[in-house]
């Protein structure tokens, strides 16, 4: 039983009955619904998973304190802290007051705030330069099972959709990590008989390259644990998971360090092609670093475009 299903077969079960018969006039201005932080929102949990955070709930997602007033906050927490226990063999935990800070009646505005630092959602230029990838894809995941008025779907929506100029901002940063650290670097401390460094080199270019193939989806990357996973079901250069796997994965050798130079140049080609298919860069080369200053150079907005090259990584 994944998490996502259990919570809306619980909010169906119990949820939705309660609110319907007891609180009315709130449906209009709530969102129930599970996302966050947690494998259950991504659709990752598996039996491992269940070993903590793992229940049967749900969250209510209230607007501000203008709209629904702390006294009707009180009511819904006592009314959900009254949901049952045990539900599909799983019990809830025995936290206070109203099933933690994942589950039970949540300001979307705190929630938002907390995952973005915004707590309609709305975000300067900087600010989307700024944010980790995981972060903005806790704002996103998940499903919203009701939304009264649509605020908060409004909000995940805008969040979904980087700025293009922020997009290119944050692929050539990445793109530029991958030339230095890979089609630079890890042959350099190769020949030094630095392994343990060459083996860093290529923790940092599988890192940026996962970047680089979530940008190229339009996809946010998601908490460094679930990327892996999370790659073999983009639409786009999912098939390099296992050659970036094997980079990770295999030793520094004589024999295996040629043919981890030849995979990290494979992978940057792969890169390139779809660079090219997008439209994202000019460069006829096998070059990221030019690549990388192609795509720069195609951002729109001067002031986003002349920021340093490293800014996003």
């Given at each position: ?79 959900y ?97 991958m ?84 995979i ?23 070059d ?9 150079d ?13 800014y996003?990584?």
């Amino acid at each position: 039983m994944k998490g996502l299903e259990l919570s809306k077969l619980y909010y169906n079960e119990y949820g939705k009955p309660m609110l319907d018969n007891d609180f009315p006039g709130l449906l209009p201005y709530i969102a129930v619904g599970l996302c966050g932080s947690g494998s259950e929102c991504y659709g990752y949990d598996d039996g491992i998973s269940q070993d903590h955070d793992f229940e049967p709930g749900f969250c209510i997602f209230l607007p501000g304190e203008d709209v629904v007033d702390r006294r009707a906050e009180f009511q819904l927490e006592r009314a959900y802290a009254k949901l049952p226990k045990e539900f599909m063999g799983f019990k809830r935990q025995a936290v206070s007051p109203v099933g933690g800070s994942r589950h039970g009646v949540i300001r979307y505005g705190d929630h938002f705030k907390e995952k973005v630092g915004s707590p309609d959602g709305t975000l300067d230029a900087d600010a989307w330069l700024k944010i980790p990838e995981y972060a903005l894809c806790e704002a996103v995941n998940g499903e919203i099972f009701y939304d009264g008025k649509g605020d908060v779907t409004r909000i995940r929506e805008y969040l979904s959709k980087m700025p293009a100029d922020v997009r290119k901002k944050r692929l050539a940063g990445n793109l530029i990590v991958m030339a230095q650290s890979g089609q630079y670097n890890y042959n350099r401390c190769i020949k030094h008989g630095e392994t343990a460094a060459a083996q860093l080199a290529v923790f940092e270019y599988v890192k940026a390259a996962l970047s680089a193939i979530f940008l190229l989806n339009n996809a946010y990357m998601p908490y460094y644990k679930w990327c892996f996973r999370a790659l073999s079901s983009l639409p786009v250069l999912s098939s390099l998971h296992d050659t970036l796997e094997f980079l990770m994965t295999t030793e520094n050798t004589e024999s295996l360090a040629e043919t981890k130079y030849y995979i990290i140049e494979d992978i940057a080609s792969s890169v390139i092609t779809e660079l090219q298919n997008q439209k994202l860069t000019d460069a006829i080369c096998g070059d990221l670093e030019k690549h990388a200053y192609s795509v720069n150079d195609k951002i729109d907005d001067p002031n986003i475009r002349n920021l340093n090259i490293f800014y996003t990584v």
